[in-house]
T-cell receptor
Framework: AQSVAQPEDQVNVAEGNPLTVKCTYS??????LFWYVQYPNRGLQFLLK??????LVKGSYGFEAEFNKSQTSFHLKKPSALVSDSALYFC?????????????FGRGTSLIVHP | DTAVSQTPKYLVTQMGNDKSIKCEQN?????MYWYKQDSKKFLKIMFS???????INETVPNRFSPKSPDKAHLNLHINSLELGDSAVYFC???????????FGSGTRLTVV
């Protein structure tokens, strides 16, 4: 079985400060990992993914995420937060091989960036 | 040009009614999905179609029936609506299994 934990329901950060949204996962074998963002009353938007290769993945809107196999983590980061980054962020995981190819989503973390 | 479009955006209906939600993607993707997002924002896969063929059918009541007339369309028909069906339903598509998904903007279904 595959699962994702986003341990924080909400993250608060001041504009201009770095932000981190945490994600840990459990999966058999190697993981494929994804981050999505959902703005109010909108669908999810794909930000970035880790399939293989460099552990630091860069994505849309200045976001990046670091894959850490030993800690089974895939935290989302941005060096300088914007008020417009305020949204709901979802981490998702699926096994690289075997099992369902449908990713399991975390429960989401609400990011609030204060002016 | 909306990549994945769903209609209607809002749907309010009475218990026991039958309703449909339509989804179309103009991205040329091979795979389409239906997700349900509950009031706590939890996302659950319902169905997955690949080139009009049903691939994934999670534990969903058989009152829910997807139909894919071609690979650009995946509609969701719901019979005998219940209060617990109230949620936001998202359609999504992807070119292949390793890609991120492109989601529609959602259909907010309210059953009264």
């Amino acid at each position: 079985a595959q699962s994702v934990a986003q341990p924080e329901d909400q993250v608060n950060v001041a504009e201009g400060n770095p932000l981190t949204v945490k994600c840990t996962y459990s999966v058999s074998g190697n993981p494929y990992l994804f981050w999505y963002v959902q703005y109010p009353n909108r669908g999810l938007q794909f930000l970035l993914k880790y399939i293989t290769g460099d552990n630091l993945v860069k994505g849309s809107y200045g976001f990046e995420a670091e894959f850490n196999k030993s800690q089974t983590s895939f935290h989302l980061k941005k060096p300088s937060a914007l008020v417009s980054d305020s949204a709901l962020y979802f981490c998702a995981v699926r096994a690289a091989s075997g099992g369902s190819y449908i990713p399991t989503f975390g429960r989401g973390t609400s990011l609030i960036v204060h002016p | 040009d909306t990549a994945v479009s769903q209609t209607p955006k809002y749907l309010v209906t009475q218990m026991g009614n039958d309703k449909s939600i339509k989804c179309e993607q103009n991205l040329g993707h091979d795979t389409m999905y239906w997700y349900k997002q509950d009031s706590k924002k939890f996302l659950k896969i319902m169905f997955s179609y690949n080139n009009k063929e049903l691939i994934i059918n999670e534990t969903v009541p058989n009152r829910f029936s997807p139909k894919s007339p071609d690979k650009a369309h995946l509609n969701l028909h719901i019979n005998s609506l219940e209060l617990g069906d109230s949620a936001v339903y998202f359609c999504a598509s992807s070119q292949d299994r390793n890609d991120g998904y492109t989601f529609g903007s959602g259909t907010r279904l309210t059953v009264v």
